[in-house]
């Protein structure tokens, strides 16, 4: 395992009233891509204090961001 790697922080996401993880960012970010993260999914890393809707957490919140008005 690569320094990098070792240094990445862990993260988990709430799926029918459980934790699921460890995962990596990449990992939780392909997830919301799939559309098994939704913005309202509950997401929680170290330092985090609570569980957080993932579109409130700054680095993934561009992934639920609607495009301008038509």
């Known amino acids: 395992m690569d320094m990098e790697t070792m240094n990445e922080q862990i993260w988990y996401y709430e799926k029918d009233g459980q934790p699921w993880g460890p995962l990596y960012r990449a990992e939780i970010e ?19 204090e609570t569980w957080t809707e993932a579109h409130t957490i700054p680095e993934l919140a561009k992934y639920f961001m609607e495009g301008p008005p038509p």
């Open 30 to 48: 392909i997830l919301i891509r799939q559309g098994s993260i939704t913005g309202n999914t509950l997401i929680w890393h170290n330092p985090m």
